[in-house]
């Protein structure tokens, strides 16, 4: 079974999941054919209560979306503010 590429981004307090906290950049990692967005949370060790948007490819999805080779991956926290 070949591994799927993906690119995934961590944006505002989920950067503290980032590998060498590399804020504003994005992480290329290998997951397995069928693999869903939030099979991503589990190996970046992003907990799914912190995550409150994920967009696939520029186009929002939820977490149990499946994934293919070479998509790109943002993930988003609740958003507060006034």
Known sequence: MIDMELEVYLY??????LPDRRAGKSVRISVVPGSTAKDVLKQLAVPQKEVKIAFIN?????????????????????????
Do not use: M, Q, W
């Open 12 to 17: 505002a307090s989920l950067t503290k999941y």
């Open 58 to 82: 520029g186009v929002r999805k939820n977490l149990d979306a499946r994934l293919a080779d070479g998509d790109r991956i943002g993930f988003f926290p609740p958003v507060g503010g006034g």
